[in-house]
């Protein structure tokens, strides 16, 4: 199949820019034992331009039947990226429609430059992974991070395991074909960060966090880590009030965490939950770094979401800061130490990645995340805290829910500092759109 012209070219097979999605309505029926699915999709959305055809992103699994509007449609086509559905009619520029699909089959991740992504299987259970392309591997979508939809999300499987999705928990209901977990997410969500986490566990309930607007915070554990869980993950409540104050107010209206029975090479975010690995849990806040990472996430990445993954060190360099200023808020190494130290360390390795435009195969590259997190440090110096915090507050609430460029980070550090963009830009480029490694600033406050 060739690639859309119009698609990210870091991700070329993903997504139509010519409709946009609106509502997800996912019914699913799982069997754990058999890794059987069977299951709906009811995808409301809205044309952006006339479509004759709709092209929706699935990957591996069988449709039987789909309806367009409430018409059964006039001719289904599957590759191995793409369910390709005609209408019985076109769909008018601007106008908005549904499209239901009936599918079935044995979900599994999807092979990628970045390795499995998607639906898997656990020892016993199911973990979804999906970042940055894996969401069609269980449900058809327009799978790019710049379209942003609400879903509703019903889930049958096994009674004996807990079923744990984005948002909010609607209902839990036992039944003849096992228990059915509902959850609602009412906030645009990109669908890479949409999950579901099957598995045995329990659930802790932590401390609420002191200050205003602030969320529950649960977590979902094999009964074994109990104690562990309640100490690894005590300081939760106290990074969501340090960041709520830094970045704005959190964006969801709760936070999870999953602690899967199986370990994990590394945790991961989803929209108000984050994923960790047993591995990831000794009792002795030994991953306090990850923690503060995956959390930052809510408010860089989650909520606001680069429109192209060629931006992902808005992401990644935000939340990899965060880890910093964990550090510093805590009495660990300040930010000042800890910038010194990565920039060693960046000397001592290869300089030919461009973190503006890092290539498809290096999103993920360390580099991305610390020169991006060294390219913040470097406009606090210059700025100081004062404008440093204005504007990261700034991009917060502006593009609440929404997607961003990194013209609008710098934007905003240029309007709280009370500067240009060319002087923001001067600060941020020689980590950012080069790739030696400058030294810090040394102006400003930090």
């Known amino acids: 199949m060739k ?41 409301h959305g809205r044309a952006v331009e006339q479509l004759d055809r709709i092209v929706l992103d699935l990957h591996g699994l069988r449709v039987d039947r789909v309806d367009v509007d409430g018409t059964r449609a006039t001719k289904v086509s599957t590759s191995t990226h793409k369910l390709t559905v005609t209408p019985a009619e076109p769909v008018a520029a601007g106008a908005d429609f549904s499209v239901h699909v009936r599918y079935r089959g044995a979900p599994h991740p999807l092979r990628s430059p970045w ?53 909010d928990l609607l209902g839990r209901e036992r039944g003849r074909a096992g228990t059915t977990w509902t959850w609602a997410v009412t906030e645009p969500m990109a669908t890479y960060l949409a999950t579901v986490q099957i598995g045995r566990y329990r659930t802790t309930a932590l401390r609420r966090a002191s200050g205003d607007a602030l969320p529950d915070v649960t977590v979902h554990h094999p009964a074994d880590l109990a104690a562990a869980v309640r100490t690894d993950f005590g300081r939760v409540p106290d990074m969501l009030a340090l960041y709520a ?33 047993r591995n990831h849990v000794d009792g002795e806040h030994g991953t306090d770094r990850l923690i503060a990472h995956e959390l930052a996430h809510q408010w860089f990445g989650n909520s606001v979401t680069a429109a192209r993954w060629r931006d992902i060190w808005l992401h990644e360099g935000f939340a990899c800061y965060a880890e910093w200023l964990w550090s510093e808020h805590r009495g660990g190494d300040s930010a000042d130490t800890l910038a010194e130290r990565y920039r060693d360390g960046l000397l001592a390795g290869p300089q030919d990645l461009v973190v503006a435009d890092p290539g498809a195969a290096d999103m993920f590259d360390d580099r991305v995340y610390k020169r991006g997190a060294l390219a913040l440090h470097a406009v606090r110096r210059t700025f100081g805290d004062t404008a440093f915090t204005t504007g990261l507050r700034a991009i917060t609430a502006e593009h609440r829910h929404g997607a961003v460029a990194p013209t609008d980070v710098f934007a905003a550090f240029a309007a709280a500092a009370g500067v240009t963009e060319l002087a923001v830009r001067r600060v941020t480029g020689p980590w950012l759109d080069e790739p030696g490694v400058p030294a810090l600033p040394t102006g400003g406050s930090a």
């Open 245 to 277: 104050d830094v970045f704005g107010p959190y964006p969801f209206s709760s936070y999870g965490v999953v602690v899967t029975d199986d370990e994990l090479e590394i945790p991961l975010e989803a929209h108000g939950l984050a994923v960790f690995g």
């Open 3 to 43: 690639p859309n012209p119009d698609a990210d070219p870091y991700t070329p097979h993903s997504g139509d820019r010519r409709w946009s999605a609106r509502h997800y309505e996912l019914r699913l029926g799982y069997r754990v034992a058999t890794n059987r699915l069977d299951a709906t999709a009811t995808v």
């Open 115 to 167: 390795g499995q992504i998607g639906w898997e299987e656990l020892t016993d259970g199911v973990i979804v992974a999906a970042q940055p392309t894996g969401a069609p591997s269980w449900f058809p979508c327009n799978d790019r991070p710049d379209d942003k939809a609400t879903y509703r999300i019903e889930i049958t499987a096994e009674t004996g395991y807990d079923v744990v999705a984005n948002g």
